[in-house]
C-alpha cells in the first residue's frame, strides 16, 4: 500500500489537507471518507478503516474539514454547509486527479455531512453511515453548558473531546436550514447504515430513522458492542470489510470499461482512469500498473515507462546467463542485475545503460569472464544496441511478434556463443 498527501482547495480558497491511501496495484474504486465533528483525518477510525479498505483495493481519500488537524480555516467559522461544500470540493479535486470517488463514507457527523453532500455529486453511486446521527441538530449536545452562553452571546468557548474550541452562534443556525428526512428521502444511492445498539454518543435510534427515510437499496449492519469512535482495531476493520464487500455490489465496473484481455505474445496497455498517466499493463497472465513519479505529476503506483526499459534488459539478461549456464552444466547458483538509465539531451551520444551483474555459485574465472561476455549477447541488449523500428498500425491489425519468439532468440544467442 502506498500513502501521499492530497491538499486542494476548498469552496472558500482555503487550503485542505488530505491523504491518499492507495492499494496495491490497480484500485477497483476511489472512496472519500468524512471524519467525525471534531475529529481530523487522522482519527483512529478514519484512519484504520481507510487501511482496510485500501488493503481490499480502494483508494481512499481522508482529509481535514476547515479548521482542524492542518486544514486552512477558522473552525470557529465552520457550518454544517460548510462541511458539506468541504466534501464536494474534495471530490471534485478527487476527480481533476483522474480519481473520480464513487463511495462516499461517513462517521458520526461526517455520516450527516455525506447523506447531504451525495445528491451534488452525480458520481457517487453508494453511500455508507457510521454511527451517523438523523438529525444534524444532535451535535448541539456536545456542547454542555457552552450552548447557552453560545445562543446568548453569540460565541463562546466550548469543550469537545477534551478540547477548547471557539464556537460561533452561525454554526447552531446553519443546522436549522438542513432537512435530513427529505434528502435521505431522494438519495437515490445504494445505502448502507452501521451503528452499535449500545453507541452512548449517537443513539442507536438514529440509524432507524436514517433507515426508516431510505428508499431500497439499502442496508443495515450492526456494529454490535463497538464504541461510538471504534477504538477498537476490530470494530474499525469489521465496518471496512462490510463496507467492502457491500459497496462491491454497487461498484463493479460496467461491462465496456472491463479490461480487454492480452492474447499470448502480445502486451496490452490501456488507462486506468486513476491519475494523470496510470496505465494498466496486461501481458499474458501478468497483471501490474506502469505510472509516473509524484514528481511529474503521477501517483507513484508502477514502475515508469523507462523503468520497464529496463527491466526488460535486466531480466533478459539473468533469464540468457541462466540459459546458457544450464546448457554448460556450470554451478550458477543465482543471478542479480541492476540496471541504470541515462537519458541523452541529444541523440548524440545516445542514452546510456549501465548493467552491474552479480554472479553468485561455485564458478572459476574463466566461467565468470565468459558469462559476463554472453551478458552482450541477450536480445534485448542486441536490440537496444542495434536499434529498432516501431510500426504504429489500427486497433485490429495482427498481434505482433509474440513471447516464443523472444525465448527462440535467447536460445539462438546461447547456440552462437
Not at 275 to 280: D, E, L, P, Y
Not at 282 to 298: I, N, T, Y
Not at 395 to 403: D, F, L, N, W, Y
Request: charged share 20%; glycine share 10%.
Amino acid at each position: 500500500m502506498a500513502q501521499r498527501s492530497f491538499d486542494f482547495a476548498g469552496a472558500d480558497g482555503q487550503k485542505l489537507s488530505g491523504l491518499l491511501d492507495l492499494p496495491e496495484g490497480q484500485a477497483q474504486a476511489y472512496a472519500l471518507f468524512a471524519h467525525c465533528f471534531n475529529c481530523t483525518k487522522n482519527s483512529l477510525a478514519a484512519v484504520r478503516i481507510a487501511r482496510a479498505l485500501t488493503a481490499r483495493g480502494f483508494g481512499v481519500l481522508r482529509f481535514d474539514f476547515t479548521g482542524l488537524g492542518q486544514s486552512g480555516g477558522d473552525f470557529g467559522d465552520t457550518t454544517f454547509s460548510g462541511n458539506v461544500q468541504d466534501l464536494v470540493a474534495a471530490a471534485g479535486a478527487m476527480a481533476a486527479a483522474g480519481m473520480a470517488p464513487r463511495l462516499l463514507i461517513g462517521h458520526s457527523l461526517g455520516g450527516a455531512a455525506v447523506l447531504a453532500a451525495a445528491g451534488d455529486l452525480p458520481g457517487i453511486k453508494a453511500v455508507a453511515t457510521i454511527a451517523a446521527p438523523f438529525d444534524v441538530g444532535h451535535v448541539t449536545a456536545l456542547f454542555g453548558d457552552g450552548l447557552q452562553q453560545l445562543m446568548e452571546l453569540g460565541e463562546a468557548q466550548v469543550n469537545l473531546g477534551g478540547r477548547p474550541f471557539m464556537m460561533r452562534r452561525s454554526f447552531i443556525d446553519d443546522l436549522r436550514h438542513h432537512d435530513q428526512g427529505a434528502r435521505i428521502a431522494q438519495l437515490h444511492r445504494a445505502l448502507l447504515v452501521m451503528h452499535a445498539p449500545r453507541d452512548a454518543t449517537v443513539g442507536i435510534d438514529n440509524a432507524g430513522m436514517i433507515f426508516q427515510a431510505a428508499r431500497h437499496p439499502k442496508s443495515f449492519v450492526t456494529l454490535d458492542d463497538a464504541d461510538h469512535l471504534l477504538t477498537r482495531p476490530a470494530d474499525a476493520a469489521y465496518a471496512a470489510d462490510v463496507i467492502a464487500a457491500w459497496a462491491s455490489r454497487y461498484l463493479a465496473a460496467p461491462a465496456e470499461d472491463k479490461p480487454v484481455e492480452a492474447p499470448d505474445g502480445r502486451v496490452v496497455v490501456e488507462e486506468t482512469g486513476a491519475g494523470r498517466f496510470q496505465v494498466a499493463v496486461r501481458a499474458g497472465a501478468a497483471r501490474f500498473l506502469a505510472d509516473e513519479p509524484v514528481s511529474v505529476g503521477g501517483l507513484g503506483s508502477g514502475p515508469s515507462p523507462y523503468d520497464l526499459l529496463a527491466a526488460g534488459l535486466g531480466a533478459c539478461t539473468a533469464m540468457t546467463l541462466r540459459m546458457y549456464a544450464a546448457q554448460k552444466n556450470w554451478p550458477l547458483a543465482k543471478v542479480r542485475v541492476a540496471v541504470d538509465h541515462s537519458k541523452a539531451k541529444d541523440r548524440d551520444p545516445p542514452d546510456l545503460f549501465t548493467r552491474e551483474i552479480t554472479i553468485a555459485g561455485d564458478l572459476d574465472e574463466t566461467q565468470r569472464a565468459r558469462l559476463m561476455e554472453i551478458a552482450d549477447r541477450c536480445p534485448v541488449h542486441r536490440t537496444l544496441e542495434h536499434g529498432a523500428k516501431v510500426a504504429t498500425v489500427a486497433a485490429m491489425a495482427p498481434a505482433p511478434t509474440g513471447a516464443a519468439d523472444h525465448v527462440h532468440d535467447m536460445e539462438r544467442a546461447c547456440e552462437d556463443c
